[in-house]
């Protein structure tokens, strides 16, 4: 593969946003490394764009990570922008009954995974001189709810891993920034609160155009910002 056109990496890149955000690239000619857990999903989105680069990987196994991370820089020589969407949810139990399980599932998935994969690639982004990583946080863990203390304190952790590798890495050419969606519409999404006002909603393609500023040079003089996008809210 050559080495003129921009190349974006994008972790979660088979769910609804991870579609959205993929595709905004394209419209723009950028390269696609696209990243997912589930590479059946990756393959029926994707496979179509014929120099896509789809790399099936878990993002909480961190040796993993750093190998796919290497493959794909073999391959396509330069990661300009990275898009981290990959994430979860999970609410139900108050605080005091939170299992260990969902606090260990909610923390791997928002935040573990963010360092799994800056570990793999800031070291790239700081050899070739510069870089663009753009992280999903959420609105709704500027503060603590009923019921969702661990999707808000995961979520929390990565805004605050977010602002952190801003304040380490801007002098190094690398912009580190977020965007704090509310709730996305999506099929899940829908399926789970079905009598809600959809149209209050982020649509997932409104979030993509915030995520591709952040991570154009457009954004280069904006680092460490965290981004409410709220639709309609």
């Not at 990756?42 to 896509?52: M, N, P, Q, T, Y």
């Not at 996305?184 to 591709?212: H, K, Q, Y």
Request: with cysteine; proline share 4%.
């Amino acid at each position: 593969m050559g080495t003129d056109r921009t190349t974006v990496l994008i972790t979660g890149a088979a769910g609804q946003l991870g579609a959205a955000v993929a595709a905004w690239f394209e419209r723009q000619g950028a390269r696609l490394v696209l990243l997912d857990r589930d590479e059946a999903a990756l393959r029926r989105r994707f496979g179509a764009i014929a120099d896509a680069l789809l790399l099936p990987v878990n993002l909480l196994e961190r040796e993993a990570v750093t190998a796919t991370v290497a493959e794909a820089v073999a391959r396509v020589h330069h990661i300009d922008a990275l898009c981290h969407l990959a994430g979860g949810f999970h609410m139900g139990e108050p605080v005091h009954e939170l299992p260990a399980s969902a606090w260990d599932f909610m923390m791997d998935l928002n935040a573990r995974s963010l360092i799994h994969v800056a570990a793999a690639v800031v070291p790239h982004m700081r050899a070739q001189g510069g870089g663009r990583i753009v992280t999903v946080g959420a609105a709704g863990a500027l503060k603590g709810g009923a019921q969702v203390g661990a999707y808000a304190a995961s979520k929390s952790a990565l805004m605050r891993l977010t602002e952190s590798m801003s304040a380490e890495l801007r002098d190094e050419g690398i912009n580190v920034n977020g965007v704090l969606p509310s709730i996305i519409d999506t099929p899940p999404n829908r399926a789970s609160m079905p009598d809600a006002d959809f149209s209050r909603w982020v649509a997932p393609e409104a979030l993509a155009e915030v995520i591709g500023f952040l991570a154009s040079d457009a954004a280069r003089a904006v680092h460490g910002a965290l981004v409410p996008v709220l639709g309609r809210v």
